[in-house]
C-alpha cells in the first residue's frame, strides 16, 4: 500500500533540511520537498540534491520570481503599504504566495498534509497556516517546531541532529543568522541582534547592501517611470518586472540604501529585532510616495493613508486572501489610475532624496501655487475662507469671554508675559 504524502515547503536551509529525516523518522509519510524560488538567489540544482540526499522522495523547484513581484510587492508598493514605519514587508509578501503553491502541489500531489519549518514565536506559521486555510481548510498542516515530537530548542541542537547522522550543516555555526532572501529584500535575525543593546555587526552581516559608509563618494542619480502605480522604466529603459526589480537592487546595493534595523510587534505578541536589506525597495517606496504626493487629491491621499496601514498589518498578520484585502486593493487601484509620470532621486552614501518629478496627471499647478500672483488665485479669496474654517474656534473664543472661563479670557494663564526690550 502506498504510502500518504505530505508536501513540505523546503528552502534548503538549516530547518527545512532537519525537516525531511525528522519527517521520516516520526512520520509514515512520503516526503515532497517544494522550493518556491522568489529570488533567493540560491543555487536550486544544489539544493534539489540536498532535499533528495536527506530522504525526500522527491523535490520540485517552482520559478515564482515574476508572479511574486507582480502579485504581491506591486499592490503593497501602490498602496504604500509600510508596516510600523520602517518594514517594507519583505518576508510578508512572500509568504501568502509560497502557501498557495504549496496547495497546489498538495492538490496534484494527493498529499494529505503540509509541513513548514516556521517557529512557533514566529509571524510565519500564522502567514503560512492562514494561507493554507484559505484554500485547503480541508489539509493537515505539521508545524514542526509546535509539534509534541520535535524535541530541539535551538539552532545549535538542529545543527548536531544533522552531523549526528552525518548529513550536511547548511550553513557556517558563526553565520547562523536566522535569514530570510527574496527579490524585494534580506532579513537578519539571531546572534547579537538579539540583545537590543548591540549595535549590528554590519560587515559580518550584510550580504547585498554596501556598508553606507563605504558606498561611492559621488552617489548616483536614478529616475524610475511609473505607469498606473506601477514601475515600468529605470533611468528611460523600459524593463519587465524580474530586470526592473535586479537592476534597482543593483543600483540601491552600490550606494548603501535600504537598510533598517527595526524592533517590531509581531502578531503573536513579543516584539522582536530584525534587520533588513531592502535597496530597490527603498527607491520605488520613495519614488512612488512622491508620484502620489504629485498626482493624488488631499481627501483621497489623506483616506488612502489609513489604506495603507490597514493593509500593510494585512499583510504582516497574513491575511493576504481576505475579502477586506480585496477590498483595499480595488480602493488602491482607482487611486492608481492616474498615478502615471517619472521620479528622479538622489542616492547617497544610504540616504534617498528628491531630486524632481512630473505627471501629466500632476495636480500641482504652478500658476496656483507660484509666490508670484497669478491670474487664477486671489489672495483677497482667502480671508472669507478663513473666516468660515476659523468660525468654530472663534465662536468657542467669545463664549470663554463671556463666562469669564477658558483659554480665551484677558487674563488666560496660557498666555505668557514676553519681555519688552
Not at 502557501?99 to 498534509?113: N, P, S
Not at 486572501?321 to 509620470?341: H, P, S, W
Request: charge should be negative.
Amino acid at each position: 500500500m502506498a504510502k500518504e504524502k505530505v508536501i513540505l515547503s523546503y528552502s534548503g536551509g538549516l530547518d527545512t533540511t532537519v525537516i525531511i529525516p525528522w519527517l521520516k523518522e516520526n512520520y509514515d509519510y512520503d516526503v515532497i520537498a517544494v522550493c518556491v524560488d522568489v529570488g533567493q538567489q540560491d543555487d536550486w540544482a544544489k539544493i534539489k540534491e540536498r532535499a533528495l540526499k536527506t530522504g525526500a522522495s522527491a523535490c520540485y523547484v517552482v520559478d515564482a520570481r515574476e508572479e511574486y513581484i507582480t502579485d504581491y510587492i506591486w499592490p503593497a508598493l501602490k498602496a504604500d503599504c509600510v508596516y510600523e514605519d520602517s518594514y517594507l514587508l519583505g518576508t510578508s509578501t512572500a509568504r501568502p504566495l509560497i502557501g498557495k503553491i504549496l496547495v497546489e502541489y498538495a492538490r496534484q500531489e494527493g498529499a494529505c498534509a503540509i509541513c513548514h519549518g516556521a517557529t512557533g514565536k514566529g509571524n510565519d506559521q500564522v502567514r503560512f497556516e492562514l494561507a493554507i486555510k484559505a484554500f485547503a481548510p480541508d489539509l493537515r498542516v505539521i508545524a514542526a517546531w509546535r509539534d509534541p515530537l520535535w524535541n530541539m530548542d535551538s539552532r545549535e541542537a538542529e545543527i548536531r541532529f544533522l552531523e549526528e547522522r552525518g548529513l550536511e550543516v547548511p550553513m557556517k555555526k558563526d553565520q547562523s543568522y536566522s535569514r530570510d532572501e527574496n527579490i524585494w529584500h534580506l532579513s537578519h535575525e539571531g546572534l547579537e541582534l538579539e540583545k537590543t543593546e548591540n549595535e549590528p555587526n554590519w560587515k559580518h552581516m550584510l550580504q547585498h547592501v554596501t556598508v553606507p559608509e563605504e558606498a561611492a563618494e559621488e552617489g548616483e542619480t536614478v529616475r524610475i517611470d511609473f505607469e498606473r502605480g506601477i514601475p515600468v522604466a529605470v533611468n528611460g529603459k523600459k524593463m519587465g518586472a524580474l530586470e526592473l526589480m535586479l537592476e534597482v537592487n543593483r543600483i540601491g546595493s552600490r550606494n548603501g540604501v535600504g537598510l533598517a534595523d527595526i524592533c517590531e510587534n509581531r502578531c503573536v505578541g513579543m516584539k522582536s529585532r530584525g534587520v533588513y536589506e531592502t535597496p530597490g525597495g527603498t527607491i520605488l517606496y520613495t519614488a512612488h510616495r512622491m508620484l502620489d504626493q504629485l498626482c493624488l487629491d488631499r481627501d483621497t491621499y489623506h483616506f488612502k493613508q489609513h489604506v495603507s496601514l490597514r493593509m500593510a498589518e494585512l499583510i504582516y498578520d497574513g491575511k493576504f486572501f481576505t475579502r477586506l484585502m480585496d477590498a483595499c486593493r480595488a480602493f488602491v487601484d482607482v487611486t492608481e489610475e492616474t498615478v502615471t509620470g517619472w521620479v528622479q532621486l538622489r542616492l547617497y552614501k544610504g540616504s534617498v532624496r528628491g531630486a524632481g518629478s512630473h505627471s501629466e496627471y500632476s495636480l500641482y499647478n504652478e500658476n496656483i501655487a507660484s509666490f508670484t500672483t497669478g491670474d487664477l488665485y486671489d489672495h483677497k479669496d482667502a480671508q472669507g475662507f478663513i473666516t468660515l474654517f476659523g468660525l468654530p474656534l472663534k465662536v468657542r473664543a467669545m463664549m470663554e469671554q463671556r463666562t469669564g472661563q477658558g483659554q480665551a479670557v484677558l487674563e488666560s494663564k496660557s498666555l505668557k508675559k514676553r519681555p519688552t526690550e
